[in-house]
């Protein structure tokens, strides 16, 4: 029997649903941030004591950096299952871009937006 060169339409379909559902939550949580970056969640008015904003001040910063990478990762994370959801339509979805073998569908539905078998993974990283 010939290995498997790709996953069928069924296997590609059901894929699809736990990218879906990924994203669906990835993208909430990133408009979540974004809410809480603009203070759009907050229904209070700024402190106007000049002591509690000295040491309030400090903390927000920091928090907002955090959240501002957050943000960031998981932007980044949204855009990696949108690229895998082009590639189920493709018909490409699940194929390692170093070896052409399929990637183990345990690690798909793990890591949805994988290009790269935890091999080719590390045999990048340790090129680098």
Known sequence: MAEKTRYSDEELEEFREIINEKLTLAKRDYDQ????????DSNDV????????????????????????????????IQ???????????????IDRITGKLIPKERLKAVPHATLSVESKEMERNRK
């Open 33 to 40: 941030m974004m809410n809480a970056l603009m203070n759009k």
């Open 46 to 77: 700024d402190d106007t004591s000049p002591t509690y904003k000295a040491l309030e001040e400090g903390s927000a910063t920091q928090s907002k950096e955090d959240l501002i990478q957050f943000a960031a990762r998981q932007q980044k994370f």
């Open 80 to 94: 990696g299952l949108k690229a895998a959801l082009v590639r189920i339509e493709n018909k490409t979805y699940g």
